[in-house]
């Protein structure tokens, strides 16, 4: 896509917007070999833009998408034992995505999937406290009590556990929604609190990741990061 020359050249970290129409101006910017001028704009995908005879590298770009897990899928690229995969929902975003973290293959909700590892390693790291939000469907005899357990848990099964957030949404007799805030990732963490304290979890969908949110978005679907998304992701 073709973008002003100044802006390239200080995207490249050369120069300021200012400072680069400077050196188009004194005819130190070429383009494909010819002089570029003010205002001219290149594609640096396909163009060849140099300053004083030295080409212009721009820093490789990434890619974020937030995808709308659908049960039955597996969040890895590649299964076994042939089940779906999270890989088959996003074939056109474009090069190899790597999912961050992860939902069990009956779970559904907000998968990141990208390429910048640095970013996807921050997100995950337990000792950024990154909110990570459930709906959460479940069953059982006593509400109330088990709302209550969740609330005051500190360890799952012997290891200890940063404290939950947890409301009561709705009550429907024996069920109920719930909206369960964790800050790690351990594997099924939210079923297996759920179980502990005498409940059965009939859905879980993950709606939030820190600043990033499902929103609307359909089961099956993805679309990009925004740029307020992705400056998040970048300064964890």
Request: charged content about 30%; overall charge positive.
């Amino acid at each position: 896509m073709k973008q002003r020359l100044q802006k390239l050249i200080s995207s490249a970290g050369i120069a300021s917007r200012r400072a680069a129409e400077e050196m188009i101006r004194a005819g130190r910017v070429t383009v494909n070999g010819a002089q570029a001028a003010l205002g001219a704009s290149a594609d640096p995908d396909t163009d060849e833009i140099r300053v004083d005879g030295e080409p212009v590298r721009l820093p490789e770009r990434r890619r974020y998408i937030v995808l709308h897990k659908p049960r039955g899928y597996v969040t890895t690229l590649k299964d076994d034992r042939g089940r779906p995969t999270v890989a088959d929902l996003v074939p056109d975003a474009g090069g190899r995505l790597y999912p961050v973290g992860r939902l069990d293959m009956d779970s559904e909700g907000l998968l990141i999937l990208t390429d910048d590892g640095q970013a996807a390693n921050a997100l995950m790291h337990p000792s950024h406290q990154v909110d990570k939000v459930y709906t959460v469907f479940v069953q059982g005899p006593d509400i109330p009590g088990a709302v209550a357990k969740l609330r005051a848990m500190d360890s799952l099964e012997g290891e200890p556990i940063a404290r939950p957030s947890v409301a009561l949404v709705e009550r429907k007799g024996t069920g109920a929604e719930l909206q369960i805030v964790i800050h790690e990732g351990k594997n099924r963490q939210v079923r297996r609190m759920c179980a502990a304290c005498g409940l059965r979890v009939s859905r879980l969908i993950r709606v939030a990741e820190g600043a990033v949110t499902l929103g609307a978005l359909p089961p099956g679907k993805w679309r990009r990061m925004t740029a307020d998304e992705i400056s998040y992701l970048r300064n964890i």
